[in-house]
């Protein structure tokens, strides 16, 4: 069993940037693809990024890509979202989560309980 722990989130401006960080406590992280989503209030949890197992296959949402950078460190048991170039609408909680590879949220068996982005215009 995995249990999720993200971190890094805060209130930032326009253009800014920030990394989110997801520490996993379990003894199979390694075996798991790793995805981060997100998720405003009243709406659905939308995906931002996938990373497989071996930190191969990093694919993005296209609203994210060429800003946003997924990464694994599997020897900290810790997985990455570097956020550039912010924009109001990345405002969210941003989940990490443990699972399949892909983009389906029901993909996923572990979750996070989520850390807040706020990006003022």
């Known amino acids: 069993q995995e249990q999720l722990v993200e971190s890094g989130g805060g209130l930032v401006q326009a253009g800014d940037s920030l990394r989110l960080s997801c520490a996993a406590s379990?003894?199979?992280?390694?075996?798991?693809?790793m995805a981060w989503f997100r998720q405003n209030p009243g709406k659905e949890r939308e995906f931002v990024a996938v990373?497989?197992?071996?930190?191969?296959?990093?694919n993005y949402a296209a609203s994210v890509k060429d800003r946003f950078t997924i990464s694994r460190d599997n020897a900290k048991n810790t997985v990455y979202l570097q956020m550039n170039s912010l924009k109001p609408e990345d405002t969210a909680l941003y989940y990490c989560?443990?699972?399949?590879?892909?983009?389906?949220?029901?993909?996923?068996?572990?979750w996070g309980q989520g850390t807040q982005v706020t990006v003022s215009s």
């Open positions: 990373i497989s197992s071996t930190g191969a296959n990093p």
């Open positions: 989560a443990a699972g399949a590879y892909g983009s389906g949220a029901n993909e996923y068996y572990y």
């Open positions: 379990g003894r199979t992280f390694n075996r798991y693809a």
